[in-house]
């Protein structure tokens, strides 16, 4: 199946700055692909350009099969990063009048924007103004507006900024119900425990170049460190490959560090086989992307 | 797929909502209407009360009053003053006038009233002395003296006759027209500029141009708020039509007011370049500027061009075709005023028409389409300032087939 976005070896350059320098990926059909890094490193010039917001100055982008076109465009859903509604139009006429931007027509816009609204539980506002609107309210409307036209693709640029632990739960719930229906999404977050609990692939790109790109659990094996969490009894120090053993608070359990060559499986085989010890839970211990993005980005700082 | 059309009915409609807009456009004007007419009718029945007089009494002491003539209902021969003083005390007379002894040579008439002596009074004796003075002369060179000429002027070819008499409305009607015209055009263009400062303010703009390209955005407020103006105009026109209407002293300079139907074609036509010329600019000048103050600033300077040739009247009245206006009229950004001025005042070679109406489309054309570029640079510049140099870099980029954009937060 070909890829939902297909981005070969683009470079943006501003007047005096390099924002994107020979990027490629791809983003497959049906997936929620995660793109983070730091301030500044890129994320939404290489957003505009796969939108044809912006092009760029070198290599090819190919959107839903074919160029970032207007027709493209009408199969794709985008929240910028920057959230804003027409402030004196009532609910539902603005919404109405963004999908019809889309393409859709008048009555269809108008009735699916009266369900979306309903749906979200917004049913009392939706002849209100805008501003009348509390924040919480506009971000789920401005949600509304990316998802009316029933894009085959999605982009959002920092969907939970400024949500609550509810509206946060709507509005990934959304996502998924979007992902169900084999809709691809495109995630730009600063939230790493949303990546890790939702993206099957990331992109980490920093100073416009890709750092980290694949499955997020494939990257994280990448960068786990030589160490497993176990939780039982015994004196794990007394085992020939561990070679130091201190309490993590966070995950309530013993964090040994291995030697090179002592495996993982190798320490269970000869936990187990010992009647000293006792073992109530046992884990590899995977990086949390904070800290592998907090070591590739600084690592380049440097 | 014409969706600029949709964004036309959203500004449209978008504009209908706005209550400031909705009372500057229908309610206001309305309002000056009632308020115009009520004092028009007040001002005119009062004024008829007292200028009628009544009977005017006449004491001639130079025997220029022919007894016969004096026969007229409007006039009271008396002897001597005191019986006329009389008379106006007894409120039989409302003034008289006594023509003294040495009339013939000085032409010394003294008037009395109780209150004030209106002009009408002042026009009937003088055209009562004037009948009595011609009378033993022939009755059509009577007439002739009275009236000696009616005089008809004609530009050279004979395209069009300047009656004399409506002199009033000949000077009238090309300030009324133009600055009605130049206003038009001005607020048409801002609440242009107007929607597009909003739409930045609001954000929209990258929500909007990630589904339509920037040229159908401009197309279609353009559009939209085109036909907001037009509307306005049209509201504007009816009432004062009303106002003439109602008013009768209006309608012999409504009738007079009467242009050739080419003139209201050519109106047409210089409206609707002045709007593009002016509506793109504008729309680029919204779509660089960071808030609607530092837009509305750069606007002013623009409407004192359009109001240059009103400024410029006593130039225009003199001569339509000396050079001040001729290159008002020639130069786009003040020809649509400026050729609704002379166009109106008298005639204009057709070549001159020509050019500038030529002058006018390229002008159009071009800022139109630099208007685009400009919009497409400019609206993602939210809260900063696009330079003259960073507009120039746009254009050569753009030439060179490539659009940069300078804002950091884009990266």
């Given at each position: 199946m070909e890829n939902t976005v297909q981005v070969n070896n683009v470079t943006k350059t501003f007047t005096e700055t390099v924002a994107v320098d020979q990027l490629s990926f791809q983003v497959k059909p049906g997936e929620i692909f995660a793109m983070l890094g730091p301030n500044g490193a890129g994320k939404t010039t290489t957003i505009r350009m796969i939108l044809d917001i912006l092009r760029p100055d070198s290599g090819t982008i190919q959107v839903l099969g074919g160029s970032p076109d207007r027709i493209a465009m009408d199969r794709v859903g985008y929240l910028p990063e920057e959230r804003g509604l027409y402030r004196d139009l009532p609910v539902k006429e603005c919404l109405a009048y963004l999908g019809e931007l889309k393409g859709l027509s008048r009555g269809v816009a108008l009735s699916r924007s009266i369900d979306w609204l309903e749906r979200v539980g917004l049913e009392d506002a939706m002849d209100k103004k805008v501003s009348a609107l509390s924040r919480g309210m506009q971000q789920k409307a401005q949600f509304i507006a990316t998802v009316l036209h029933d894009p085959d693709l999605l982009i959002v640029d920092e969907p939970f900024a400024g949500l609550d632990p509810?509206?946060?739960?709507?509005?990934?719930?959304?996502?998924?119900?979007?992902?169900?229906?084999?809709?691809?999404?495109?995630?730009?977050?600063?939230?790493?425990?949303?990546?890790?609990?939702?993206?099957?692939?990331?992109?980490?790109?920093?100073?416009?170049?890709?750092?980290?790109?694949?499955?997020?659990?494939?990257?994280q094996s990448q960068f786990a460190s030589h160490s497993v969490y176990v939780s039982g009894d015994g004196d794990w120090m007394s085992l020939e490959g561990v070679e130091e053993v201190a309490f993590d608070r966070d995950e309530k359990a013993y964090k040994l560090l291995l030697s090179e060559d002592y495996s993982a499986d190798t320490f269970l085989r000869d936990a187990t086989r010992h009647s000293d010890f006792r073992i109530d839970r046992f884990q590899v211990a995977l990086p949390a992307l904070d800290e592998i993005f907090v070591q590739v980005a600084g690592g380049n700082h440097q | 797929m014409?969706?600029?059309?949709?964004?036309?009915?959203?500004?449209?409609?978008?504009?209908?909502?706005?209550?400031?807009?909705?009372?500057?456009?229908?309610?206001?004007?309305?309002?000056?209407?009632?308020?115009?007419?009520?004092?028009?009718?007040?001002?005119?029945?009062?004024?008829?009360?007292?200028?009628?007089?009544?009977?005017?009494?006449?004491?001639?002491?130079?025997?220029?009053?022919?007894?016969?003539?004096?026969?007229?209902?409007?006039?009271?021969?008396?002897?001597?003053?005191?019986?006329a003083e009389q008379a106006l005390v007894n409120k039989a007379i409302g003034a008289y006038f006594v023509i003294s002894d040495s009339y013939i040579l000085t032409g010394q008439v003294d008037g009395y009233t109780l209150s004030s002596f209106p002009e009408s009074t002042k026009d009937m004796i003088d055209s009562f002395i004037r009948e009595n003075l011609l009378a033993d002369q022939d009755q059509k060179v009577a007439a002739r003296i009275a009236d000696p000429m009616s005089i008809t002027m004609k530009?050279?070819?004979?395209?069009?006759?300047?009656?004399?008499?409506?002199?009033?409305v000949h000077i009238m009607t090309p300030i009324v027209f133009s600055a009605l015209f130049a206003m038009s055009v001005i607020m048409t263009s801002s609440y242009l500029m107007q929607s597009v400062v909003e739409e930045k303010e609001s954000r929209m703009v990258e929500l909007m141009i990630s589904s339509v390209s920037p040229k159908e955005i401009l197309y279609g407020k353009v559009l939209g708020l085109g036909a907001i103006g037009l509307m306005q105009i049209g509201v504007w026109i009816t009432i004062a039509l009303i106002a003439l209407t109602i008013s009768p002293e209006a309608a012999g300079w409504l009738s007079a007011l009467s242009l050739p139907w080419w003139i209201l074609v050519m109106a047409v036509v210089y409206i609707l370049f002045g709007y593009l010329l002016y509506g793109s600019l504008l729309a680029g000048i919204g779509a660089s500027s960071s808030s609607l103050q530092e837009a509305q600033s750069i606007s002013g300077i623009l409407t004192m061009l359009v109001m240059s040739p009103i400024f410029a009247l006593a130039a225009f009245i003199s001569n339509p075709s000396s050079a001040i206006p001729v290159a008002l009229s020639l130069i786009p950004f003040t020809s649509p005023t400026g050729m609704m001025m002379r166009l109106t005042l008298s005639t204009v070679p057709w070549w001159q028409l020509a050019l500038s109406l030529l002058l006018l489309a390229l002008t159009a054309y071009a800022v139109v389409w630099l208007a685009a570029w400009v919009f497409r640079a400019g609206l993602l510049l939210t809260g900063k300032r696009l330079t003259p140099s960073i507009l120039f870099r746009t254009i050569r980029a753009r030439s060179n087939g490539q659009i940069i954009t300078v804002d950091r937060s884009l990266q």
């Open positions: 509810v509206n946060t739960m709507l509005i990934k719930d959304m996502i998924y119900d979007l992902k169900d229906n084999g809709r691809t999404v495109i995630m730009s977050t600063h939230m790493m425990h949303q990546i890790e609990e939702m993206a099957d692939r990331l992109l980490m790109v920093n100073e416009g170049r890709l750092v980290l790109y694949g499955k997020v659990s494939d990257i | 014409n969706r600029y059309l949709t964004i036309a009915r959203h500004e449209i409609t978008t504009q209908l909502r706005r209550k400031a807009f909705v009372f500057f456009a229908f309610i206001f004007p309305a309002l000056m209407l009632g308020l115009n007419v009520g004092i028009g009718q007040y001002t005119a029945s009062r004024m008829e009360r007292e200028n009628d007089l009544g009977t005017i009494g006449v004491v001639d002491h130079a025997g220029v009053v022919d007894q016969v003539l004096n026969q007229a209902d409007d006039f009271r021969y008396f002897e001597n003053e005191e019986a530009t050279i070819g004979g395209a069009r006759e300047l009656d004399d008499e409506d002199m009033m």
